[in-house]
C-alpha cells in the first residue's frame, strides 16, 4: 500500500504474510524505486496489516468527523465521483459508500487490494499508482489520500499533487491525512512498513495552494494511547 493509516503507521507487530494476487490492474508505467520497495514492503504484511486496521474508523470520532465533512463536500459540489488513492484494505472507501458517495479504491499493492475486494465485493479496486493516474482530466469530484504520500519523498509530493489536481474536476475537494511534524521541518521516520515522513501542516497546505488549490479546512488530533505522532488532516478545493 502506497501509504498507512493511524493503527498500523505505529504498531509494531507487523509480520510477513502473502495474499494471492489480484485479477484486475490499472496501467501503470515503469514504477520508481521507492514505489516498487512501498509496494513489495506493503505485499509482505498485507494480512496482518489489515487486521490491524479491520475497525477502520470506528473508534477515531475526530478523524470520521473529517470524512464525513470532506463526503458532505464533495455531495455539495456534485462534481463527479471519488478515489481512495492509496486504498489498502478499502474501509475508508467503504466508509464514504455508507455515506452516499460514489466511491472507488486504487492501491499500490496487489496484496491489499485483493483484500479490499474480498472485504467489500460491491466496491471497485483496482492496482494503480497516485503519481500516473489512468484517469481523464476533471474525471473526479473527490480525493482521498488518507495516509498515502507519507511514504512520497519530499522533493516528489508536489508532482502528486499535481496529479491530483489534473484528475479533479473545478470545485472538486481531496482530503489529506498524515503524520504532523508538531513544529519541525519535514522529517523521514522509522515506519514499521517503509520509510515515511512528518509534514508540517502549513508546508503542505502551501504545496497544495501552489498545485491549484485553496484551503478549506485542516484539523490536528493530539497521539492516542499508542500512538506516536501528532496527526494532520487537510480540506483542500481544486480552483
Given at each position: ?8 503507521a ?11 494476487p ?27 496489516y ?6 477502520g ?5 475526530l478523524d ?12 455539495a ?9 492509496g486504498?489498502?484494505?478499502?474501509y ?7 455515506q ?7 492501491d ?17 479496486f ?10 481523464a ?22 508532482s502528486?499533487?499535481?496529479e491530483?489536481?489534473?484528475v ?17 521541518p ?9 520509510t515515511?515522513y ?6 503542505i ?10 484551503e478549506?479546512g ?5 497521539p492516542?494511547?499508542?500512538?506516536r505522532?501528532?496527526?494532520?488532516h ?6
Open positions: 500500500m502506497h501509504g498507512a493509516t493511524p493503527v498500523a505505529d504498531h509494531p507487530g507487523l509480520v510477513a504474510q502473502r495474499f494471492p489480484p485479477v484486475r490492474s490499472l496501467p501503470m508505467p515503469e514504477l520508481s524505486s521507492h514505489l516498487t520497495t512501498t509496494a513489495a514492503a506493503y505485499d509482505a504484511v498485507a494480512v496482518r489489515a487486521d490491524l486496521v479491520r475497525d474508523l470506528a473508534g477515531l470520532p470520521r468527523s473529517f470524512v464525513a465533512a470532506f463526503a458532505e463536500c464533495v455531495r459540489s456534485g462534481a463527479g465521483p471519488v478515489a481512495d488513492l486504498c489498502g484494505p478499502g475508508v472507501a467503504a466508509y464514504l459508500r455508507d452516499g458517495r460514489d466511491v472507488f479504491g486504487i499500490l499493492s496487489p496484496s491489499l487490494i485483493e483484500i479490499a475486494r474480498t472485504t467489500y465485493p460491491g466496491l471497485r483496482d492496482v494503480g499508482s497516485m503519481d500516473a493516474l489512468d484517469l482530466d476533471g474525471e473526479l469530484g473527490g480525493i482521498v489520500s488518507w495516509y498515502s504520500v507519507i511514504h512520497t519523498p519530499p522533493a516528489e509530493l508536489p502528486y499533487l499535481a491530483f489536481r489534473r479533479l474536476a473545478p470545485g472538486g475537494h481531496v482530503l489529506l491525512a498524515f503524520f504532523e511534524a508538531e513544529g519541525g519535514v522529517t523521514p521516520f522509522d515506519h514499521k512498513v517503509t515515511a512528518r509534514w508540517p501542516i502549513d508546508e497546505a502551501q504545496l497544495a495552494g501552489k498545485a491549484g488549490f485553496a478549506v485542516r484539523m490536528l488530533r493530539e492516542r494511547e499508542g500512538e505522532f501528532r496527526r494532520g487537510l480540506l483542500v478545493r481544486a480552483v
